[in-house]
């Protein structure tokens, strides 16, 4: 399968975009590469992705779909930026763009920014200063304008913006620079041809035929440590179909860490195995044993131990998620639905309600939630009330809709 994160560079009605085992994505942000179902002998093929107004695709998150046996081609936009910082890491790089910030030509990510419509078309409306510079050369090569003009030009629209870089904007720049025969010219070449200049979508169209032709399978690399933020990364994008419904693991995990009463237990026992199985390949020992070596036994596993998960293991997901029952996922479900009718992110759910809602919950005092917490895998008391925030729009609206006789629905 070929998996393309493509749009405005190349339109919907693309007729390249239709070839055979082709799946075209939006433009790629922030986790969608730990997308299951891009896998072993896949190949994505890496175009325009989103920056502004979301998190950019990380480099990490590349770096795992390659270590996954997948193949990366990079192109044209942002695609063309990553494959020339990851070239030497088994990303594929294609076309001039690609070629340019390879050898220093440009440098910043602005070279390739596009204004887009809010309502997520996929069109265009500003000019890339890299089809700018594409055009002033070709003008250049037929004899519209010499070196130091075009170099000029070039810099009058480097000043402009790269939201603000419309067509007429162009055309006012070129025109108040004193170059209207270089305008009208311009004109006359994309009357002629509407993709005149376009070296984006030249780039675009080689990257994917590239794909389609057949690429390599990547080398493997050394072995790449993961950061805490990678782990945490691919946590968030790991979700299970179960019962019917398409849950998050991390959301699953919180809520029996928040409302299992006998969670304390589950998460000694994925301590002791841990210590009994370490990852990173060192002697395998009980959990008290090795309390006892790291601080003497005066603390317990759980505050000196504080592991980054790995959701995508289902051998943990199963140990931390062993007493979850039918009536739990549904409850997950329900609390998910609620914080997406919440309007606002987790992050603007009040602390003090949030440490209030464990308090009640826990039945512990103030002076015991960051043991408790812990106890949880949690860390501490102000990790527990970052996590939890996001179950309060689901917690808070259950209570209010609770029977006189029951207690708030789990």
């Not at 037929?142 to 913006?161: K, Q, W």
């Not at 782990?231 to 959301?251: F, I, P, T, Y």
């Not at 006998?262 to 090795?290: I, K």
């Amino acid at each position: 399968m070929i998996h393309v994160f493509v749009g405005p560079t190349l339109s919907r009605s693309e007729p390249l975009l239709s070839g055979p085992g082709l799946r075209v994505r939006p433009p790629a942000g922030h986790g969608d590469l730990f997308d299951p179902e891009i896998g072993e002998g896949d190949t994505v093929v890496l175009i325009d992705g989103v920056f502004h107004q979301a998190p950019a695709l990380r480099h990490k998150e590349i770096l795992a779909a390659l270590d996954r046996g997948a193949a990366v081609i990079g192109a044209a936009s942002i695609g063309a930026l990553r494959a020339a910082e990851l070239d030497m890491l088994g990303m594929l790089g294609v076309g001039a763009i690609y070629t340019a910030y390879v050898h220093g030509v440009i440098e910043g990510d602005d070279e390739v920014a596009v204004g887009q419509a809010p309502d997520g078309g996929w069109e265009a409306l500003t000019w890339p200063l890299v089809n700018c510079r594409h055009v002033l050369v070709l003008a250049q090569q037929a004899g519209i304008l010499d070196g130091a003009r075009t170099a000029g030009l070039l810099e009058a629209l480097r000043a402009v913006y790269y939201p603000h870089r419309t067509w007429a904007a162009v055309r006012a720049v070129c025109e108040r620079s004193g170059e209207k025969a270089f305008a009208t010219w311009l004109t006359e070449q994309r009357t002629a041809d509407q993709h005149f200049g376009d070296l984006k979508r030249l780039d675009a169209l080689a990257a994917v035929q590239i794909a389609l032709d057949g690429v390599p399978a990547p080398v493997p690399a050394e072995v790449r440590q993961e950061t805490v933020y990678f782990r945490r990364w691919s946590n968030a994008a790991v979700r299970d179909q179960v019962d019917g419904m398409d849950l998050a693991a991390e959301d699953r995990l919180l809520y029996q860490q928040v409302f299992d009463p006998l969670f304390h237990e589950r998460w000694q026992a994925f301590l002791e195995h841990l210590s009994r199985h370490p990852s990173d390949g060192g002697p395998g020992m009980g959990l008290a044993e090795r309390v006892t070596r790291a601080g003497g036994g005066r603390l317990p596993g759980d505050q000196l131990f504080h592991p980054v998960i790995d959701l995508r293991e289902r051998h943990t997901r199963a140990l931390l998620l062993a007493a979850e029952s039918a009536a739990d996922r549904r409850a997950v479900a329900r609390y998910a639905a609620a914080l997406a009718r919440f309007g606002a992110p987790a992050s603007a759910v009040g602390e003090d309600v949030t440490r209030r809602v464990l308090l009640q919950v826990w039945r512990c005092p103030e002076t015991e939630l960051d043991a408790e917490a812990s106890a949880r895998g949690l860390v501490n008391g102000a990790g527990a009330v970052h996590a939890a925030k996001r179950l309060i729009p689901g917690y808070l609206h259950e209570a209010r809709n609770q029977t006189r006789q029951g207690t708030v629905a789990r």
